[in-house]
């Protein structure tokens, strides 16, 4: 992989459309999480279990042991089309499991070379095979009764459509989206916060599970957060991946441009503004979008929008913001910005996530933290060194000296 670093990146930028600066870093994460896997096998051990503690356990000695858990299939999404094939396929083969793996059909090839790595690297070529099929082989192949464990991330319908139709006994890890929630409170350095802001809600065109997407202001201008956030948004770069310049690059299919516009229609018409953008480039780009104030009913304020907008709340306190940052059925990563220890507590203990990042973006994310949606958001604990304990299954046995 490392040999082949520039051919990777470029064919991430290629199929998927991620800007060229954003599928190195992509690469070198991939990379990073093989590295890991292979040092984790270390780490995927059994342990001791002492007897001794009760009567009952007089004489014994007790120990467990590490197994591979089965047949792994795995379905993964387009926005990180390496990396996330490599947090699904790589934790399998660490843990001694065969695996099965169906890319995102916009985005099969990087999927495929990684496969092929794998391959050329000595693993057997049925320890890990690549698939393109139509969705009723997919389900098939899910809910086959062979498949001890399932992997999948995409989107919340089918993710749990998926599961509950796979075989008894079938262990099932989904990773679904969010609608991110992001706190502002008044004691926030702007020249921080609004950088981190802007990165975070227009990464990859905002096609990012965690991605910036709400963002709630109180004891200080709303409007005046979102025209800072808007200034720097408008100078973003936008066109295709592949050129070195390039901020944002187009959204996976031209219908993905034309249901952002149906959205940022009505959150409009029912009464926000449009401080930035507001409006498709081409029939593959839509513009870096910054609206203030849509009602809290509309789509782009209750459904997770997968596209280059930000959303800007005025809220009258800390309390106010945090119950509409927890309003929704779905919970996964969220952030908060204060210099102001008290609130910082505040909001780290009461918002509804599975991580709240401080002073950070929502979309931040190292390989090997735990990854992991609440509720409608996912099921189960993501990162490389979970994923393989997932993967795996203890045995334990115990020693009578009688």
């Not at 099965?100 to 092929?116: E, H, M």
């Not at 001890?148 to 509950?164: D, P, Q, T, Y």
């Not at 018409?269 to 009913?297: F, H, M, Q, W």
């Not at 800007?312 to 927890?326: C, G, P």
Request: aromatic share 6%; net charge negative.
């Amino acid at each position: 992989m490392k040999g082949r670093t520039d051919e990777l990146a470029l064919l991430i930028a290629s199929e998927g459309g991620k800007p060229l600066i954003d599928a190195r870093v992509e690469v070198e994460r991939a990379i990073d999480g093989v590295e890991t896997c292979a040092a984790d096998i270390a780490n995927n051990a059994g342990y001791e279990i002492p007897m001794d503690l009760t009567p009952a356990g007089d004489g014994k000695m007790a120990f467990t042991i590490k197994e591979p858990i089965g047949p792994v299939v795995a379905i993964s999404a387009f926005n990180h089309p390496l990396n996330l094939i490599v947090h699904q396929v790589a934790p399998a083969v660490a843990a001694g499991n065969p695996v099965i793996v169906k890319p995102a059909d916009d985005t099969p090839l990087s999927c495929k070379i990684f496969i092929n790595i794998l391959h050329q690297a000595g693993l057997a070529q049925e320890w890990a095979q690549f698939i393109c099929c139509n969705v009723e082989a997919a389900q098939k192949l899910v809910t086959d009764e062979r498949v001890a464990f399932f992997s999948f991330i995409g989107s919340a319908a089918v993710g749990w459509k998926l599961r509950s139709l796979v075989a008894p006994g079938t262990r099932v890890a989904l990773e679904h989206g969010g609608v991110a929630p992001v706190i502002v409170c008044p004691s926030a350095k702007k020249e921080l916060f609004i950088p981190s802001l802007v990165k975070g809600g227009f990464y990859h065109s905002g096609q990012v599970c965690v991605s910036v997407q709400r963002v709630f202001s109180f004891g200080s201008s709303a409007r005046g957060l979102a025209e800072n956030i808007a200034d720097h948004a408008s100078k973003l770069i936008v066109g295709n991946a592949i050129d070195a310049e390039t901020q944002c690059g187009p959204l996976i299919r031209n219908r993905e441009v034309d249901r952002v516009e149906e959205w940022v229609k009505e959150a409009v018409d029912a009464g926000a503004e449009v401080i930035c953008g507001g409006k498709r480039l081409s029939a593959s780009c839509y513009a870096p979008t910054v609206l203030l104030n849509p009602p809290e009913t509309c789509r782009v304020s209750t459904q997770e929008i997968f596209g280059p907008l930000i959303s800007v709340y005025d809220k009258k306190s800390l309390n106010d913001a945090i119950a509409q940052a927890n309003s929704l059925p779905f919970a996964f990563q969220a952030s908060v910005f204060s210099n102001d220890y008290t609130e910082i507590m505040d909001a780290v203990n009461r918002i509804d996530g599975s991580a709240i990042m401080v002073n950070e973006h929502s979309a931040f994310r190292v390989d090997w933290m735990p990854f992991a949606g609440r509720k409608r958001s996912g099921l189960g604990v993501g990162g490389i060194s979970h994923t393989l304990e997932e993967m795996s299954q203890s045995k334990m046995a115990v020693f009578s000296s009688r």
